[in-house]
């Protein structure tokens, strides 16, 4: 759009912009942002904030807990800084950048007085921030500290709880040169009667916050020293497994070597947040941590742009805390040559910084495209006197480009050392690569996995479910608190296979269940499956018409045995049953009659089943499942290949030559990922990454093969 982009270039042409120029953008002081709340009418009063401030961390504790709140089904709203591409992504909804006509028109309105007034840019971005959130009437908002505290533009909110994660040596020209006086700057954020979480202490700073929190009558916790976090460790995909006593197994999806402690100060928080009275359920919080990327966009967090040949890391680790855990994780690493593309700002402590960094490495460096950064020859000649040795470049881009050409398959290259120099690297990856697609997740996939992880104990442990109506109501349906002697009322709405699906698992749960559903649903014959699950000793009763919903089942234990289903029935109704099969204390020997419908499904199935640790047998008409139990195991829902059918034939008929479809396996269980191979009749080549969890389609030609 072009007017947004007028409008943003106006914006930087006319107010300083820190991440630009540095020291001269900061304004000490908030008459400026008192006037803009004003003029705005105090927008940040409509809505529930959380303030998250420190030197190190705040961006991931920041995006994970907006990550919560989104899973809790909260609308929230967060605002963090700096950017790395593009200025909306400072202020999302749901993970949704800010619309651009919002920015368009807000700017428009604040142009009279913008130059007069002598606006930063920070004060702009967060006047607008609080605005948007009150336009969108967001449930809470979740606000990053931009510099310090005391003296930020977002420290005019009230909020429901503060965060300061840690305090190390940062901007120190600007808030003091010790780490006493950054403390007392990020102590600003602590609030009369407002509880504050510190994340990790220093015997310097502890007395700061405890006066500081005590002259103001807050609550102070301290996550270090009560530690729920009991223990992590990385898994194999170098995600991090969690454990503490609220929540076991909890997976994590940010990588970097640091996030254990911003975990211990999440969990913190978390309780805090709960004994405030907000509901926050413990599946919200397992889907939160495993989902931060996808549902807040998180990026240039120990982000891996290539897994392997050679692998590609980037991270905006800038100064002498964020760079020592960089070069610590680099250590972990396993590589023959690490190739690292190096800038930095000329406002950091260079001579301290510096000797951080291994001297076993091949440096590109290189200088990020704004006014502060440190031109790439003087940093070579600074980084040569302590045996730091490469090359220089005028740019990220060429920097990373001769990376590219001297790394082998096995070697490692790493992009760091300022989050502006991982801002031009993503702004070039963006520009060099086809356009990527975000495929929505399966729903079938998503269905099936909730129940056979329900079955398993292991729910929290399913990632990249789908956001659609059926899947909505199944988590909420297996959520439902049963209460002993009472009956549970389940309404699954217009949700066709959750009906199916949970008609089964009903009648092996324990508790006494009344599924219902829309005037529609009640009209819907479910007869096949509450015949066939009755034949297997299910208690299962009409409370409507017969044949229909509503039902009454009574769950329990079922013996299982041998049974035999038309194959003309709907394929959920054999689903349905195979799923429970391994929960019957006989197992299930399933004949099923005549020509099957929608065999693929069936597979689809039982190859989930098998993922979970089923073993079956399927001999022509016969499947059979013996007593077993699933394993609890971490699975993250395939996307859609239906979906992906549009942009198949999207290419096909377009001008373009290439696209990117997210999300998509070789080995995909899903019935309708042989379209491939009819597309490939149309001239669609389809190549799969799989560590990158992507398809590349090119269009080889346009000549059609006989199909």
Known sequence: MKEYTRAVEWLCSQVPMFQKVGASAYKEGLENTLFLDQHFNHPHTRYKTIHVGGTNGKGSVSHTLASIFQSEGYKVGLYTSPHLIDLSERIRVNGEPIEKKYVIDFVEQIKPFIVSKHFSFFEITTAMAFSYFAFQKVDYAIIEVGLGGRLDCTNIISPILSIITNISLDHTNLLGKTISSIAQEKAGIIKKNIPIIIGETLPETQEIFSLKAKDMNSIIYYAD???????????????????????????????????????????????????????????????????????????GRWEILKHSHPKIICDIGHNEAGIRWNCSQLKKETYRELHFVLGMMRDKDIDSILPLFPKEAHYYFCQASIPRALESMELQKKASQIELLGEHFPSVEEAYKKALEGAGEEDLIFIGGSSFVVADLLSYLQKSLPIRIELPSSKSLSNRALIISALSGGSHLLSNLSSCDDTRVMISALQKPMLEGKETSIDIENAGTAMRFLTAFLAQSKGTFFLKGSERMHQRPIAPLVKALQDLGADITYKGNYGCPPLKIVGKELLGGELSISGGVSSQFISALLMIAPKMRRGLTLHIEGEMVSSSYIQMTLGLMNYFGIDYSWEGNTIKIHHQEYKMKSYRVENDWSAASYWYSALSLSALDTLLLEGLGRNSLQGDSTLLELYALLGIETTFDEEQNFVLLRKKSTEVKEL
């Open 225 to 299: 020293k009560e530690k729920p976090l009991i223990s992590s460790h990385r898994m194999e995909n170098g995600e991090w497994n969690y454990e503490c006593l609220s929540y076991p197994h909890l997976k994590g999806e940010l990588q970097g070597e640091y996030q254990p402690k911003n975990t211990n100060t999440l969990l913190m928080a978390l309780g805090v947040l709960k004994d405030l009275g907000i509901k926050i359920s413990s599946s919200s919080v397992y889907e939160g941590f495993a989902r931060v990327m996808e549902r807040t966009h998180l990026r």
